[in-house]
Nanobody, 125 residues
Framework: VQLQACGGGLVQAGGSLRLSCAAS????????MGWCRRAPGKEREVVAV????????FYADSVKGRFTISKDNAKNTIDLQMNSLKPEDTAVYFC???????????????????WGQGTQVTVSS
């Protein structure tokens, strides 16, 4: 499967952005899919991931209540709605997929074996 992400940009603190990722080559229903980010000088971290069906999702504590991940297997897409953005959300965001994830490893970036290109999100203060 190939992943194509879009939707990054520049926004003021408190604003919103929506990222989208389209999967091609294989059905998105075969994969857990999510978003990871790499902020300047920091390790890559998993932000949010959703299950094969899209019925279950996990979020990093830093984005809970502000970010929402959604999946549409009919369109082979996932979206990340980001609200109440903070300057510390500034990062390159990557769409990623994994064939299998569990509750004790969804936040480990090395569990994701398919990555899309990054899209820059910049939040100004």
């Amino acid at each position: 499967v190939q992943l194509q992400a879009c939707g990054g940009g520049l926004v003021q603190a408190g604003g919103s952005l929506r990222l989208s990722c389209a999967a091609s080559g294989r059905p998105s229903s075969m994969y857990y899919m999510g978003w990871c980010r790499r902020a300047p000088g920091k390790e890559r971290e998993v932000v949010a991931v959703t299950s094969r069906s899209g019925g279950r999702s996990f979020y990093a504590d830093s984005v809970k209540g502000r970010f929402t991940i959604s999946k549409d297997n009919a369109k082979n897409t996932i979206d990340l709605q980001m609200n109440s953005l903070k300057p510390e959300d500034t990062a390159v965001y990557f769409c990623a997929a994994a064939r299998e994830l569990y509750e004790n490893n969804w936040d480990l970036t090395d569990r994701y074996d398919i990555w899309g290109q990054g899209t820059q999100v910049t939040v100004s203060s």
